[in-house]
């Protein structure tokens, strides 16, 4: 109906524009230079979108203009108050279009980004366009904004949308006749330099100077717009790649490593990737999906292909180039294209060298402490790896890194580990818990303290999900040291202690059967420890208990978890024991015997890993507490 209206139409901006924009009116930020990168973000963000559509479709209005960005600063009279006008041949927008796009915030963070802007939290230079919001920066700098756009589709027609950032904005029809956006800044008092060629050069250089697509001031143009992967790496400097990759993904951060290669068999490809510093994306980055860009001869083809890398190497970015592939290529024929597998061999590969390099590196102490930064930050995607990409295991196993309990908190390589064993040492051992400090406790480490045996901490809640697919490395067999049945070498003469044992037989043997009936069900099996040194008890798994890694799994991702039943050894050596010995042989019944043995079990879990609500031990502790206080001494 009323496209055929010839009077503007008055529209109310949706509540959290409005308070947006009263906000960026109303307070002072010290980059409002960012209102041009979101301006040129949208304008690239359309002649994308424009560049995909005439691939497959040139019933499109002007289909030979150029996919070009241009700023103009028209001469201003007199009085007048300064102009600017940044104009884009790109998808355009219909009347529906700019009424919803510029008039509402799509994004659902954008009210967690208004509460910490209006909060004073942020300033919004950093991260408007981020949450969805660039346009409205515009509002930095404008007293008034009026935008011309025109739809690429071939009938239809042009409209405008006006609004000077308050309540309000309007939507009337428009002249103009070809593609496109443009839009029209009438610039504030104190926001005038942005009228100055020269200005707008310098902040198109700062932020904008790799999009895709020419900008020009005047007729010059101002950004380099270099394919960066398509030189040298000789040719390009460090400075630059950081700068294309914060330009590309809008991170702050330096990325952790950067991978650029160019090679020709078996398949013609230049690439340049990325390794972001943080595998947690922040909302606000720039590419959300996951995927790299993928050009062929210098044409975009794919904004996101996913194709390229393995699922578990989806955190790096950046850029591929092939010529190999076909320009006018569709999703499909991308996907099942040999061209593609090749591509995808040859990018895995470089990526895991890289990586390999990076952390064989050691010699010079950055590196070093970059690889280790690298595995602390993506470890857990190399998890994955081995858990759902059977191919991947010998390529990413030299490239684990663990904590040991004789490593002093540095993390060791698996190659490390084998070197660093004992003659006739064939496994490789390792323990699982919840994190370092307990694992560290581990009564299961006290017959490998004392035979100096290396055992690496398995913390990583995956590493209970892989442990059963871990196999060996090198011909060396993986063991959980919580095993039953495990055989380890004699002690050395020298250190083994043959003490007589603490307690009395008879007494342990007691002691044994009240363990037994007070912990019933819950336990397989009692017995007496052949090897605990430091701890009192500890809990065994049974022989060929596959189901240990699962149990503990389940803890994390279950609701029904089971407490899983094990073998409970008893250290007759131990002090603990021994006075726990001695005071059934005085009180057979004593109740704080039985507490004691309820709570040690308890502890156990916890140790382990297992214990489903540790906080149900407190009544407990604080009986244990009182009877210890009343006995006094
Ligand atoms: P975002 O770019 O994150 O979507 P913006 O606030 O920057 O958020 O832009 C809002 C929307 O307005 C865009 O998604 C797009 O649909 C539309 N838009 C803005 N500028 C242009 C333009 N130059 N050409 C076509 N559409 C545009
Ligand atoms: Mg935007």
Do not use: C
């Not at 309540?167 to 504030?188: C, M, V």
């Not at 991978?259 to 013609?268: E, K, L, R, W």
């Not at 959980?480 to 342990?508: G, M, R, S, V, W």
């Amino acid at each position: 109906m009323d496209t055929q209206t010839t009077t503007p139409t008055t529209h109310t901006f949706k509540a959290e524009v409005k308070q947006l924009l009263y906000i960026l009116a109303h307070s002072l930020y010290k980059e409002r230079d960012i209102f041009l990168r979101e301006l040129i973000s949208n304008a690239s963000d359309a002649l994308t979108r424009m560049h995909f559509e005439m691939l497959t479709n040139r019933d499109v209005l002007d289909p030979d203009a150029e996919l070009a960005i241009h700023l103009e600063t028209p001469e201003a009279k007199g009085d007048e108050p300064k102009k600017l006008v940044i104009k884009d041949s790109g998808i355009g927008m219909t009347r529906a279009e700019m009424e919803t796009n510029l008039g509402t915030i799509a994004q659902s963070g954008a009210r967690e980004f208004l509460a910490r802007l209006g909060a004073g939290q942020i300033d919004p230079s950093d991260m408007i366009g981020q949450f969805g919001v660039g346009f409205y920066s515009v509002f930095m700098v404008a007293d008034s904004v009026r935008v011309v756009s025109r739809s690429y589709h071939t009938e239809g027609a042009a409209w405008a949308w006006t609004s000077d950032g308050g309540e309000n904005f309007s939507i009337e029809p428009a002249d103009k006749t070809d593609r496109g956006t443009e839009i029209h800044i009438t610039l504030k008092k104190d926001a005038e330099e942005f009228a100055q060629a020269w200005k707008l050069r310098q902040v198109i250089k700062k932020h904008s100077d790799f999009v895709r697509f020419p900008i020009y001031v005047g007729t010059e143009r101002a950004n380099q717009q270099t394919s960066l992967w398509r030189k040298n790496a000789s040719e390009v400097t460090p400075d630059d790649y950081k700068h294309f990759y914060q330009q590309l993904t809008l991170d702050f951060e330096e990325p952790l490593a950067t991978i650029h290669f160019s090679s020709d068999a078996p398949v013609n490809v230049r690439a340049l990737l990325f390794i972001p510093a943080h595998r947690e994306k922040n909302i606000l980055a720039a590419r959300k999906e996951p995927g790299l860009l993928l050009y062929s001869h210098n044409v975009l083809i794919q904004e996101y292909a996913t194709d390229l890398l393995p699922k578990w190497l989806s955190f790096v970015d950046g850029v591929v180039d092939s010529e190999d592939l076909p320009l006018n290529v569709s999703r499909e024929t991308v996907q099942n294209n040999r061209v593609m597998r090749q591509l995808a061999e040859t990018i895995r590969k470089r990526v895991l060298r890289e990586l390999k390099n990076m952390s064989e590196n050691v010699p010079s102490k950055t590196d070093g402490e970059k690889y280790e930064k690298f595995w602390n930050e993506y470890g857990r995607a190399f998890r994955e790896a081995i858990a759902t990409d059977m191919e991947a295991k010998d390529q990413v196993l030299p490239l684990f890194r663990y904590a040991s309990s004789k490593s002093d908190g540095k993390l060791i390589s698996l190659d490390d580990y084998i070197k660093a064993m004992q003659e006739g040492q064939t496994e490789i051992y390792y323990v699982l818990g919840d994190d370092l400090k307990s694992v560290a406790q581990s009564p299961h480490l006290d017959p490998f303290r004392a035979r100096d045996l290396q055992v690496l901490y398995w913390v990583d809640p995956l590493d209970a999900l892989i442990a059963p697919m871990m196999n060996e490395y090198q011909g060396k067999k993986f063991r959980n040291i919580d095993d039953a049945e495990l055989e380890l070498p004699e002690e050395k003469e020298e250190e083994k202690q043959e003490e007589e044992p603490t307690t009395p037989e008879y007494d342990f043997n007691v002691l044994l059967g009240r363990f037994t009936s007070v912990l019933g069900e819950r336990v397989l099996d009692v017995r007496a420890s052949k090897v605990l040194k430091d701890s009192p008890i500890r809990l065994v798994s049974p022989k060929d208990d596959h189901d240990r890694e699962r149990q503990r799994l389940s803890r994390y991702f279950d609701k029904e978890y089971q407490v899983p039943k094990k073998i409970l050894e008893v250290n007759r050596n131990h002090p603990l024991i021994a006075n726990l010995a001695h005071t059934l042989h005085d009180h057979p019944d004593s109740e704080l015997a039985k507490l004691t043995i309820e709570q040690l079990y308890d502890s156990a879990l916890v140790q382990e890993g297992l214990h489903p609500n540790p906080a149900e031990m407190l009544p407990r502790i604080q009986k244990l507490m009182a009877l210890a206080v009343e006995k006094g001494d």
